[in-house]
């Protein structure tokens, strides 16, 4: 879940975002002192929740809440203010919450019990192993520059977040060839790999350092990872990264 919470005093933002950030210790809590800043960042990346304070310099809280449902209609606002008396036009901006400063843990949960808009626990990053090995953000495929850049994505993932030598992937992809010629064009696919997810907006998921390679796992959703917590909505039908050989090395585990 992403937060974000302004205030254009500085001690009331460190308190506010402290109280926050104590309701919500694994997720990301972001602060601002301007309105504008707080709208740049939103049109880059919306937040799930924003705690605004009203009266600011430059846009107020009602002007910059109305504003950011321009961007994301389904954004839950909360205002945050020492005056009572912006509660009318507080909720003509469908705010799911009005509190008075200051914040504390009792407050803030509280306000989250009233939230207008369900929060997704879905994360923007999908990757599907039953059947052909495929990746897609925000729901739309991503395209590899190479099919060698897609196949070294899908052995880590196929190794669940383990640090994978750079000799062990020189087996996978070129056949056991460790030659000064592989190594070369290993390095030029980690890196057009990451260009790729970079470029489509997908960070701190692949890592290529040290001579090894990995995926932080968290950071996605995952039939194959979900198969084995259990989950009754994932079912295996027989095929596993069909398009690779290592593939076939699993499938007895889903029997």
């Keep these: 879940m992403l937060i974000y919470v302004i205030d254009d005093e500085k001690a009331v ?54 504003t950011l449902h321009d961007v994301k209609e389904n954004v839950n606002i909360i205002f945050v203010t020492g005056y009572e008396q912006y509660a009318y036009e507080a909720f003509n901006v469908y705010a799911s919450d009005y509190m008075k400063k200051p914040c504390s843990p009792e407050k803030i949960m509280a306000s989250v019990k009233k939230l207008r808009y369900p929060i997704s626990t879905a994360k923007a990053l999908y990757i599907r192993t039953f059947g052909n090995f495929d990746v897609f953000y925000n729901g739309t495929p991503l395209h590899f520059r190479s099919e060698v850049d897609k196949q070294l994505l899908a052995y880590l993932v196929d190794r669940e977040g383990a640090l994978v030598s750079r000799a062990e992937m020189a087996g996978i992809l070129y056949e056991d ?16 790999l990451t260009e790729t997810l970079n470029e489509a907006g997908v960070k701190d998921f692949f890592f290529s350092d040290n001579g090894s390679y990995h995926v932080d796992v968290t950071q996605c959703d995952c039939d194959l990872l979900e198969w084995k917590k259990g989950n009754p909505d994932v079912k ?7 398009q690779y ?11």
């Design 13 to 66: 933002l460190a308190h506010t975002e402290k109280m926050i950030k104590s309701c919500f210790p694994d997720d990301e809590v972001v602060p601002f002192l301007k309105s504008r800043e707080m709208l740049a960042a939103f049109t880059e990346r919306p937040a799930d929740i924003v705690y605004l304070d009203i009266e600011m310099p430059g846009l107020s809280g009602i002007e910059l809440a109305r």
């Design 236 to 242: 295996f039908a027989g095929e596993y990264m069909e």
């Design 177 to 192: 060839d460790y030659s000064r010629t592989k190594q070369v064009q290993l390095t030029r696919a980690a890196a057009r």
């Design 245 to 255: 050989s290592f593939g076939e090395l699993r499938k007895s585990e889903f029997s």
